[in-house]
């Protein structure tokens, strides 16, 4: 099933989009808003494999943010470590590999001997490159936090986050609005 808008509100989206002040207002506008999103709703693994990439990957970014608002990365891995698969590629696709690499690291360090899952088991066999060479990262200082999950993640969120990521959905429409035939 296609779970885009129909060409026709290719324009309403696109202001929609340009208008839109944060992560959660954009995935308002393509998925919460958009009838036929409807039966993705309760199905978040769904909604990661069934949408398109940046449709998937704004989803991805907009818990992240949600989590991270309300309690920091350890807070986020704490109730979305099923979503953190994904979480690298969509961080990447919106041009930050810097945290990705960040949240690679930060996932490993709390998850790997706690989570018996081949989801995570796969991410830290594809992201050995990232693992073996955590130096890529920026450290935080040794006391600036207690979690350390927090603290990488915070070292290395860019401080244009928000604008990255909306800047991302503007340049992907066609993720969300089917073209014109």
């Known amino acids: 099933m296609d779970y885009r808008f129909p060409a026709s ?9 340009a208008d839109a002040d944060d992560i959660a207002r ?19 693994v769904r909604h ?3 949408l398109p990439p940046a449709f998937a ?12 608002g309300e309690g920091g990365f350890g807070h986020y891995l704490a109730r979305r ?12 696709a919106a041009g930050m590999p810097g945290l990705a690499a960040a949240v690679v690291v930060a996932g490993y360090e709390a998850l790997a001997e706690s ?5 995570l088991d796969r991410l830290w066999d594809d992201e050995y490159a990232v693992l ?16 350390r999950a927090d603290a990488l993640y915070d070292a290395n969120e860019p401080a244009d986050f928000q604008q990255r990521v909306l800047e ?3 340049a992907n429409l066609d993720d969300f609005v089917r073209p014109d035939r």
């Open 9 to 17: 509100a290719r324009a309403a989206v696109a202001r929609a989009l």
């Open 115 to 119: 989570h018996d899952d081949a989801e």
């Open 168 to 170: 991302y959905a503007r």
């Open 26 to 44: 954009a995935a308002d506008i393509v998925f919460w808003s958009n009838p036929a999103t409807e039966e993705l709703r309760a199905d978040p």
């Open 81 to 92: 470590a099923d979503e953190l698969p994904w979480l690298p590629g969509a961080l990447r």
């Open 57 to 68: 990957n704004l989803m991805v970014l907009a818990a992240l943010d949600d989590h991270v």
């Open 48 to 50: 990661r494999t069934a």
């Open 132 to 147: 073996d060479n955590p130096d890529q990262i920026r450290q935080p200082p040794d006391s600036s936090r207690k979690n």
